[in-house]
C-alpha cells in the first residue's frame, strides 16, 4: 500500500514522549479532509454498522478525543484542536446542521459519550469552559439525554458514568448523582472475586471483571483496556476524592490485574489476538497507558520501566505495518490489513480510532516516572507458563512462541464468529486466529486451534449433512494440576446431541519446547468425519506461489502432507500437527491413523495473514469411543535455525493425567 502523504505515525521509533505525540498527530491530522465544515461529522468510509450514518459521523469524531484530550492535559499542544471544539458545539446544537441527536434506548450515541466525556472532564478549558452559555447548556443537555434511557447491562453502564462525571465536573444541573450511584453499584457487582493466597506465582492474580452478569463467560480486552480497567482508573482519577473507598479499590483490582495482563504480550510487544473487537489494535496498551496518566503504581516486580516498554513496543509493532491505513492515512477496519471478517456488526469506518485510548499516558507530564524511566523488555523474571483460573487461559511463553490456552469462555450472545473469537483451543501473538468464512468445507470453515466433526452416517450426502461443527461451549470447563508443572485445562463440549467430546489441553513440556498437546475422548452414537487443524501460518511459498494450488492441490516447498502428519514453512513461521499414538489408553485408544493435510485457508480468514495455510489431520471414525491425540507445532520466524530440529522432537502424551483424572 503506498501513502498519498506520509504520516508521523508510520515508521516512527515510538522511543520517546516526543514520538508519542508525533504518533498520535500522524493519526489525527488525516482526518481533517474528512471533516465536516461545522467540525461535528467525520465520513471516512462507506461500509455500515447496525446504527445510523449520523452516528457513524459522530465516532468517527468522538473517539480520537481519548488520544487529544490526553495530550492536551499533558501539556502538549495540537494544531487541530479547534476542528474538535467546533465540531463539539456544532455537534450538541438542536437547531444545527450537524446535530448528532438525543439519545434513545440503547443508542450507539452512548458509546460515544464517553470519549466526549473523557475530554470534557480532563480538558474542561479547552472543550467548555470557553464555549459560548448557550453551546454549554446544549452539550449538557445532549450528555443528559441518556440518563433515563434503557442501556445493556455490560460495559455500557461506563459510559454514562462518564457522562455524568462530566456533568459532575463543570456543575451542571443535569448531573445525577443518584443513577451514577446506581451505575456503579452494578458494575462493581460484575467483578470477580479475589482468589485466596496460594503462595505460587504460577495461579493467576485477582483484578479481573466480566462484561455484564453472571451468564456472561467473556473475559477479554473489554475486561481491560478497551473498557473495564481504563474506566476504573479514570474515575479513582477524577473521584478520588470525593469517593476515596472506590477509588482506591479500582486501584488495588488494576495493580492486581496488570500481573496477569503483561502474559498477553509477546516480547516484540505484540498482543495475542483474542475475542471480539481486535478492530481497535493498539488500545490493548491502554491499560498500562492508563497507569501513566492516573499515577497508578506498578505492582512489583512490574516498574514503570516495564509500563513504558509496553506501551512504546507495541506501538512500534503497528507503525512498521503500513496495511493498517487506507492510501490517505485513515485507519481501515480490520487487525493487521484492512479485513471485514473480522468486524462485529459495531464496527462502522470509525470505530478503530477507539485505539486511542493507547495514548492516554500523554496525560502525564514529561517528569512522571513513566517518561523518565528506561525502557524495560518483558519482565523474563515472571513464570514462563501462568494458569489464569478466571479467563480459563493457560499462558505460555516457550521455544519463542507466545500464546494462551483456553477453555470456558463463550460469546454470550450470537457474535459473529463469536466461536472463532472465543472458544478455540489456542490463540497466538504471531499466528493469531482465523475467522470462518462458512462452514461448507475446510477451507471456509478455516478452524485453526479446533477440532471439527460432521455427520458422515450412512445414506447422508454431505451437501445435505449439518456441515462442520466446532466448539461453542466448553462445559464443565477447569484448570487442573495448577502449580504441579502438570497444569492443564479440561473441559467437555457436545457438538450433537448424541456426541460427547471431552477434551484435554497440555502446555508444552521441556523436552518440545514448540508443542503443545490436545487429546480428545469423542464418545459418539454416529460416525463422523474429523478435522484437526494447529495454527495458521503465511500462506505463500519461498517461490513467490500458494503453498497449495487452489484447484490442482499441489504443493510449493515448505509444505509437508503425509500420513499423520502436516507441516507449513513459510515466512510467517514454521507450524504442523503430528498425530501422536494413544494405543496406551485402552479402548477407543488407537495407534495414528489421520493423514495429514495442507488447507488453504479462504482469503482474508487469518488475523494475521491474508493469504493463510493451514496444517490438518483428517480421518474418520465409527460410532463408539475414541481417543485423539494431537501435538501442535508452532515456532515464530524468530526461531528460523530451529525449525527442523524442533520440529523432530514430537512430545508424549500426557497418559497419566488423563487415565486418572
Known sequence: MVLLAPTTFTGNPFLTRHDVVQGLKGLLDPLEPHTSPGGACIDIGSTAAHYDTRAVALEAFARPLWG????????????????????????????????????????????????????????????????????????????ASCMTQPMPDT???????????????????????????????????????????????????????????????????????????????????LCGKEDPKRAKAYITRAQDFVKDFVFYFDDEGNAIPFGRSMVYRFAVVATFSAMALCDVEPPAPLTWGHMKGLVLRNLRTWSCNLDILRSDGTLNIGYTYDNMYA???????????????????????????????????????????????????????????????????????????????????????????????????????????????RDASPGIETSDSDTWRVRRVAIDAQIVGRGTGGVH??????????????????????????????????????????????????????????????????????????????????RGGSVGVVDLDVAELGEGGNSIRRRGKLVQSDPNSNAIFSRSVLPTLVGSLEPGTHYLATGVFGAPPSEAKRWDTEWARAPAVPLDSILYH
Open 68 to 143: 487529544l484530550a490526553a495530550l492536551l492535559a499533558g501539556g502538549a499542544e495540537y494544531e487541530g484542536t479547534t476542528r474538535w471544539v467546533r465540531g463539539l458545539a456544532n455537534g450538541t446544537d438542536p437547531q444545527g446542521r450537524e446535530y448528532w441527536g438525543a439519545s434513545k434506548a440503547k443508542d450507539q450515541r452512548m458509546v460515544e459519550m464517553s470519549p466526549l466525556s473523557f475530554a470534557i472532564a480532563l480538558s474542561p478549558d479547552v472543550f467548555y469552559t470557553r464555549q459560548p452559555p448557550a453551546t454549554q447548556e446544549n452539550i449538557a443537555a445532549f450528555l
Open 155 to 237: 460495559n455500557w453502564l461506563w459510559f454514562r458514568v462518564f457522562a455524568n462525571l462530566a456533568l459532575r465536573s463543570i456543575g451542571s444541573r443535569h448531573h445525577d448523582a443518584d443513577r451514577m450511584a446506581a451505575d456503579l453499584e452494578r458494575l462493581d457487582s460484575f467483578q470477580l472475586a479475589p482468589h485466596p493466597p496460594t503462595g505460587n506465582d504460577l495461579i493467576g492474580s485477582a483484578g479481573w471483571s466480566r462484561d455484564g452478569p453472571e451468564d456472561v463467560k467473556q473475559l477479554d480486552y473489554y475486561s481491560s483496556s478497551f473498557a473495564i480497567q481504563v474506566a476504573q482508573m479514570v474515575y479513582s482519577k
Open 343 to 453: 468486524t462485529e456488526n459495531y464496527n462502522a469506518p470509525g470505530s478503530p480510532y477507539w485505539a486511542c485510548k493507547a495514548f492516554l499516558c500523554l496525560g502525564a507530564r514529561p517528569e512522571h516516572p513513566f517518561w523518565t524511566s528506561d525502557e524495560l523488555p518483558w519482565p523474563s523474571t515472571m513464570p514462563h507458563i501462568k494458569a489464569l483460573p478466571d479467563p480459563g487461559h493457560i499462558m505460555v511463553r516457550s521455544g519463542g512462541h507466545v500464546f494462551l490456552l483456553s477453555s470456558g469462555q463463550t460469546a454470550h450472545y450470537t457474535m459473529r464468529n463469536g466461536n472463532a473469537k472465543y472458544s478455540k483451543f489456542s490463540y497466538s501473538s504471531t499466528f493469531g486466529f482465523c475467522y470462518s468464512t462458512g462452514t461448507l468445507d475446510l477451507e471456509q470453515l478455516a478452524a485453526d486451534g479446533m477440532l471439527s466433526l
Open 489 to 570: 485445562l479440561r473441559s467437555g463440549w457436545r457438538p450433537f446431541p448424541d456426541v460427547y467430546v471431552e477434551t484435554w489441553l497440555f502446555p508444552p513440556a521441556e523436552e518440545s519446547p514448540n508443542y503443545y498437546v490436545r487429546v480428545h475422548k469423542v464418545t459418539t452414537g454416529r460416525a463422523l468425519d474429523t478435522a484437526e487443524a494447529g495454527w495458521a501460518t503465511y500462506g505463500q511459498g519461498e517461490d513467490g506461489r500458494a503453498l497449495v494450488q487452489a484447484f490442482s492441490g499441489e504443493t510449493s516447498p515448505g509444505g509437508l502432507e503425509a500420513e499423520g502428519q502436516a507441516r507449513a514453512t513459510t
